[in-house]
């Protein structure tokens, strides 16, 4: 089972007042066939189908006909459609589909998102319908409505901005799609529709992955900075090098002949870790900076020379 129709199945068992299951109905109808002489609902979920059942029985003293059938599809999934005939112009105004003269409403009228307990619930029939989301497992996190005009997925877009989830519209074939890709937004609207099984699965996950990135990118810090370090090292040999080349060795000082013989003695080990054993071993206390300042020593002692040496032949060929 997807991690969207575990979802589906957990809020479509939740409890609300009659107001609520109006609204959350509301959201439904809008976004499955409907016209003044018949509503068609089709769903692949049982849990769904049982509770629109239940939803037009309590709320219009309406039965709908349930049709059962096989998809003969890769999945063989079964669907549910769900047909209602009568008091369908009734049902239609009453839930802010058509007005009063038969004519379609884009959007709803307010009353049917009157307080914030209703627009939740009208967010969840929304989801159930044609809502959609992304197994935090996978490799991005990503939640979206499809929506049927512009108009509609804007109003949408703003009741869940409400909710401060960023979510954003983009046209998708003769759809519209409002989505969330934010983990933590994602996590907040699974909560406003009171999905909390799916909250706590998502957020487990989430949290395991953000560790898991976290412990990747301290490693790939750690390794960064070992690469810098043995890069660091071999540059500070190859000038030692040079110097004994050019026979300047016996031309320093004592703490920069110090400081040569630890980093051979010490090829792999940091400036910091390379301070620490000269301080415990000389009992001269040394700092990581007053190291680096010697080895600059080095390099200026070895430019120096070299711009000495460069300029004697310069001039020889004069």
């Known amino acids: 089972m997807s991690f969207s129709l575990e979802v589906k199945n957990e809020v479509a068992r939740l409890d609300s007042t009659r107001l609520e299951l109006t609204s959350e109905l509301s959201a439904i109808i809008r976004n499955n066939i409907a016209s003044i002489d018949s509503i068609v609902i089709n769903t692949e979920s049982n849990v769904l189908a049982r509770r629109i059942f239940k939803l037009f029985k309590s ?22 459609i769900l047909e209602i ?15 009063k003269k038969g ?39 990503h939640l979206e409505l499809s929506l049927p005009n512009k108009e509609y997925a804007l109003f949408i877009e703003k009741k869940l ?6 979510s954003k519209m983009l046209k998708r074939d003769k759809n519209y799609m409002v989505y969330i890709k934010e983990a933590e937004k994602i996590s907040d609207f ?8 799916a909250v706590l699965y998502f957020e487990d ?8 990135n976290m412990t990747n990118r301290l490693n790939n810090c750690e390794q ?8 660091t090292s071999m540059e500070q040999l190859k000038d030692i090098q040079k110097l004994k080349e050019y026979d300047l060795v016996e031309l320093l000082d004592d703490k920069i002949k110090e400081a040569i013989y630890y980093r051979e003695k010490y090829p792999e080990n940091s400036l910091s870790e390379l301070s620490e054993i000269i301080t415990e071993e000389t009992g001269k206390s040394i700092t990581k900076s007053g190291l680096n300042h010697r080895f600059r020593k080095i390099k200026e002692t070895l430019k120096k020379y070299e711009d000495d040496k460069n300029e004697t032949l310069w001039e020889n060929k004069l």
Request: aromatic share 14%; no cysteine.
């Open 190 to 197: 699974l909560r406003i529709i009171k999905a909390y099984k």
């Open 161 to 166: 901005n409400n909710f401060y989830l960023n």
């Open 205 to 212: 996950i989430r949290i395991y992955r953000d560790h898991k």
């Open 103 to 141: 004519n379609y409403l884009n959007i709803p009228k307010d009353y049917v998102l009157a307080d914030e307990e209703m627009i939740r619930a009208y967010l969840r029939g929304l989801f159930l319908t044609v809502g959609s989301i992304n197994d935090p497992k996978t490799s991005r996190y």
């Open 59 to 80: 709320i219009y003293d309406v039965i709908p006909v349930i049709t059962v059938r096989k998809k003969y599809n890769f999945n063989k999934n079964i669907s549910y």
């Open 85 to 99: 005939k009568e008091k369908t112009k009734e049902i239609l105004e009453d839930l802010s589909i058509i007005d």
């Open 224 to 231: 960064a900075n070992m690469d810098k370090v043995f890069l």
